[in-house]
């Protein structure tokens, strides 16, 4: 599971998958992506059927310290964005038992 999804394999997907020109789907990638940053910099939520919603949250200031030398240090506030997967894809990231269990 080492495996990392980029936006031109993204693109590439798209482009197979509906007989777009890569060109054409990697625009409409770029632009998909510029319309949710826009949306979570004005604080809005973005609901992805079927995958999740995208929330703004604040994050007070605490303190933080480094693992290597234990020495304590001030995090500042600030804003951060959560993925709340959606029941869906919460249930399609469970194992699955084995063909084997599931007979005993």
Known sequence: ???TVTRAMLGDSVADATGLSRHDAVQIGERMF????????RGETVKLSGF???DVRSRAE????????????????HHTVVLIPSARLREALEPRPSRAKAQK
């Open 1 to 3: 599971m080492d495996i």
């Open 34 to 41: 510029e319309l949710i940053g826009e949306a979570l910099m």
């Open 52 to 54: 999740g919603t995208l």
């Open 62 to 77: 605490r303190i933080g310290r480094n693992p290597r030398t234990g020495e304590e240090h001030r995090i500042a506030p």
